[in-house]
């Protein structure tokens, strides 16, 4: 259930389910059936339903759940947008069986009522105004709860924008799989809750849809998910280094040092500047700490073999010495976390990492911007939309690279260059701190140091920061989180089955 469909795939859906036996009226019908049960599930027929019907299927929804809740002794007030001469299909059909009153589009809700917004879902095309934006906002001054047919009105259902004005839901029922619009934000916020309905199309019809994007759940990634073993040894779960800014700004590399250790790397190693060693090592206990100047210094602690992941960026610094490291990184040949300052960095000369990056094609670049960051490294790379349309703008800028690209937020985004993608949803608003980007970087980088694949490594160290942050809860700083992926491993490790001594 954790494929994402765009607009166009859940058309497809509905094309081969039909294809297949099941007529367009059953699929509207069961649609209907699932709203007007999500209204009964929670209210009872003493308040007065208003139905808001648009000229398109998704008023044809609201037609059907329409005559079912009239017939389960609700009082219905239906509302249409436009002439019911000019309904067609499904929409038409379902017109026709409903009995009751048809009114014009409202500019005012009764108190108490329950609203359920059929005026447009997956076919929105252009902004909300007119008539329609006059209900949207009437309902939204109501405090009317309110239930959504597929999408809150004026939602983009594959982007989550607010197409000119958007009715707030408490409720969403979508059908058959969720959209991006449901996960990404402010879509998200809009929907309320978002729950699925089953209406008949067999999930048979995703191996010819085959979806590239979806929900950002271990489903995508448990089986590519390190287990340690018990024959196992510290070399084999691999070495992390991280480079530490000097000596005022240490932080980030040991909040990343920490996230990774937690995360199961077998090793992990601060590279320090000179001046910053003895901050270093006196605050860390399992983390070695060795010195390293620069790109030559990392040079020389790379000629390790076994340190196979490298962290650059939190607290690197901005400027050429931050670009000649990831360089001299790079051209070593390992699996690379850039996050922050080593993204920045680059803000200028994008083109010098990517190209490098080609040249290289052994080693491999997790890339973590927050938007600002993303702006600043790709917003000169004519192929890549600017970050406000972010997923195809992450979905393009891993395509150009050929690096994971993490975009980071409350909806995190991640694309792998082959054009699979997940949209996570489990970041709790306190995780937007200080410090929490650097921990982050770290349970990237520790995953990958046992093995992880990059696309899943980043999908899963995004999930397991979530949890973490969710374990927490409010009050919650960065130095917390590595601390709480204990508990999030155990109930993982639980659910994954994986028999641990
Ligand atoms: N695809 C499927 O599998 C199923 C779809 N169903 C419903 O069908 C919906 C999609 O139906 P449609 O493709 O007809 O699309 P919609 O009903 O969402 O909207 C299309 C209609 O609204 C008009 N419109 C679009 N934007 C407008 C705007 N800003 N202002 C005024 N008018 C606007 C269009 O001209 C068109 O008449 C889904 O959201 C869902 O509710 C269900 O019946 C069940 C099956
Ligand atoms: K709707």
Request: net charge neutral; proline share 6%; glycine share 12%.
């Amino acid at each position: 259930m954790h494929e994402l469909l765009t607009t166009k795939e859940m058309a497809e859906a509905d094309r081969l389910a039909v294809l297949r036996g099941t007529p367009s009226i059953e699929l509207m019908e069961n649609a209907g059936r699932a709203v007007a049960d999500a209204v009964g599930a929670n209210f009872g027929t003493i308040r007065p339903v208003i139905v808001i019907a648009g000229p398109g299927n998704n008023g044809g929804d609201g037609f059907v759940a329409a005559r079912l809740l009239g017939e389960r002794g609700y009082s219905v007030d239906l509302r249409l947008l436009g002439d019911i001469s000019k309904l067609r299909g499904g929409a038409a059909t379902a017109a026709k069986r409903y009995s009751g009153p048809v009114g014009p589009m409202i500019a005012e809700i009764p108190p108490g009522a329950i609203v359920v917004d059929a005026l447009f879902g997956a076919g929105l095309t252009r902004n909300v105004d007119g008539e329609a934006a006059v209900a949207v906002s009437a309902i939204n001054n109501s405090g009317a709860h309110v239930v959504a047919v597929d999408l809150p009105s004026g939602i983009n259902g594959d982007t989550g924008a607010v197409q000119g004005t958007a009715i707030r839901a408490a409720e969403t029922v979508t059908f058959f799989r969720k959209k991006p619009g449901h996960v990404l934000l402010p879509g998200r916020i809009f929907c309320g809750m978002t729950t699925i309905a089953d209406i008949g199309i067999p999930s048979s019809v995703l191996q010819d849809i085959r979806p590239r994007l979806a929900l950002n759940q271990p489903s995508r990634w448990a089986h590519l998910f390190p287990v340690p073993r018990v024959e196992g040894h510290k070399y084999s779960r691999g070495h992390t280094l991280v480079v530490s800014g000097g000596l005022s700004s240490t932080g980030a590399a040991r909040l990343s040092a920490r996230g990774a250790l937690r995360a199961g790397a077998g090793l992990v190693t601060i590279a320090s500047p000179r001046d910053a060693l003895a901050v270093n090592a006196a605050s860390n206990l399992a983390v070695m700490v060795r010195e390293a100047e620069g790109a030559e210094g990392l040079l020389s602690l790379l000629s390790d073999r076994r340190i196979n992941t490298v962290i650059l960026g939190p607290g690197g610094g901005i400027g050429p010495q931050m670009r000649a490291t990831v360089m001299a990184a790079v051209r070593q040949d390992r699996t690379m976390i850039l996050d922050a300052d080593a993204l920045t960095s680059f803000g200028e000369k994008p083109n010098e990492l990517f190209t490098e990056l080609k040249n290289h094609p052994e080693s491999t670049a997790i890339l973590t911007p927050h938007e600002g960051e993303f702006s600043r490294i790709f917003s000169r790379m004519s192929k890549i939309p600017s970050v406000k349309q972010k997923l195809e703008a992450t979905q393009a800028a891993s395509h150009e690279t050929g690096s994971v690209i993490l975009l980071k937020g409350a909806d995190s985004i991640i694309f792998s260059p082959d054009g699979r993608g997940v949209i996570s949803e489990n970041a709790p608003p306190y995780l937007a701190t200080a410090g929490a980007g650097d921990v982050l970087a770290g349970i990237i980088a520790g995953l990958c140091a046992q093995g992880m694949p990059a696309f899943e490594a980043t999908a899963a160290g995004v999930w397991l920061h979530g949890e973490a942050a969710s374990e927490v809860g409010p009050g919650l700083i960065a130095e917390d989180l590595p601390e709480a992926l204990r508990p999030v491993y155990r109930r993982l490790y639980a659910e994954l089955g994986a028999v641990l001594s």
